[in-house]
């Protein structure tokens, strides 16, 4: 039996402009079709520059030009259309050149969040482009938004990050990928919602793409769930004189690791954190991480860090 696979993009397969984005994504789609003739396959990717590069120049246009006001969960949906016609446009040019007879389709996201989830009263996640502190201290003086240092590197822009409950369309992934589709889903976290008087409304939020990538992995019953980054191998001391590649990681080791301050919030941390849900509520379910043209070998058992409860 074909297994079921989540592949988690990471901001590195996409770049930070259409041009670089789409060059970028032609060289991903030849790494997951690789990928396509053994296993069933749906692909979730993030959105933070493309997310906050929409809203922003639909702010612009719209103080310069009075264009209607979009609000930013529209701006989610959008940045999920634009990624993910890219992505299927050249997973399917892709599927032509080796005569295989599937198809690519993208999927709008919507997840559901608790209104009352305390993210909201404190934004921590960065969306768009990095600012000085007198770009960005202007900007919140005039937009209203709240702006954060991002690693010594500028400041930028936070939003509410909520927790996924809930994706509102498992039902239609399921059956897609029942058919042989290749499936993206749930881009830059999905476009987070709650329920208003029995309806569903968005809200200004970003949800963090690999918690909802587990929840999509745990929710369509994955088999494996593998999260595609900067480097081949989890590492402890990263950058160090002793720096260690892990080629094992238990959920109890993990722990230990995410207490001793060994995974960085922002960077490692919520990849590990998004594999130890899956493993640990997705009975049999794998974990992996590597590099994007590593994804075969590692599901080989060549390379990558696999994060399992067996041995446990």
């Not at 969040?113 to 993210?119: G, N, Q, T």
């Not at 191998?233 to 207490?259: F, G, M, S, W």
């Not at 990849?271 to 070998?297: H, M, N, P, W, Y």
Request: hydrophobic share 35%; proline share 4%; glycine share 8%.
């Amino acid at each position: 039996m074909r297994k079921k696979i989540v592949i988690a993009l990471g901001g590195n397969a996409l770049g930070n402009t259409p041009e670089e984005q789409l060059k970028l994504v032609q060289k991903t789609a030849k790494y997951i079709v690789e990928l396509a003739d053994c296993y069933d396959i749906v692909v979730t990717h993030g959105n933070g520059p493309q997310v906050g590069m929409i809203n922003m120049a639909l702010e612009v246009s719209h103080e310069a030009t009075s264009t209607p006001v979009v609000a930013f969960p529209e701006c989610g949906a959008m940045s999920q259309g634009y990624i993910g016609y890219h992505l299927q446009q050249s997973i399917q040019e892709e599927l032509i050149k080796k005569n295989m007879r599937k198809n690519c389709v993208t999927v709008i996201t919507q997840v559901v969040v608790d209104k009352k989830d305390k993210a909201f009263k404190n934004p921590t996640k960065p969306i768009g482009s990095f600012y000085t502190k007198e770009e960005a201290d202007h900007l919140s003086k005039v937009r209203g938004y709240t702006f954060k240092e991002d690693a010594g590197r500028g400041y930028r822009r936070v939003v509410a990050s909520p927790e996924p409950i809930r994706i509102v369309e498992t039902k239609t992934i399921t059956q897609l990928l029942n058919l042989k589709n290749i499936v993206i889903a749930g881009g830059g976290g999905g476009v987070p919602v709650v329920y208003h008087y029995n309806r569903l409304r968005g809200v200004d939020a970003v949800i963090d793409k690999d918690k909802t990538s587990a929840k999509l992995a745990i929710s369509i019953k994955a088999d494996i769930f593998l999260i595609l980054t900067a480097v081949e191998k989890v590492c402890i001391n990263y950058n160090t004189a002793n720096e260690k590649q892990l080629d094992y990681l238990t959920p109890k080791l993990a722990r230990h690791y995410i207490k001793t301050g060994e995974f960085k919030e922002g960077s490692m941390l919520p990849k590990i954190e998004a594999c130890l849900t899956f493993v640990e509520k997705r009975r049999g379910g794998q974990a992996l991480i590597t590099s994007l043209s590593k994804a075969r070998d590692a599901l080989l058992g060549k390379t990558g860090t696999v994060i399992s409860r067996k041995g446990e």
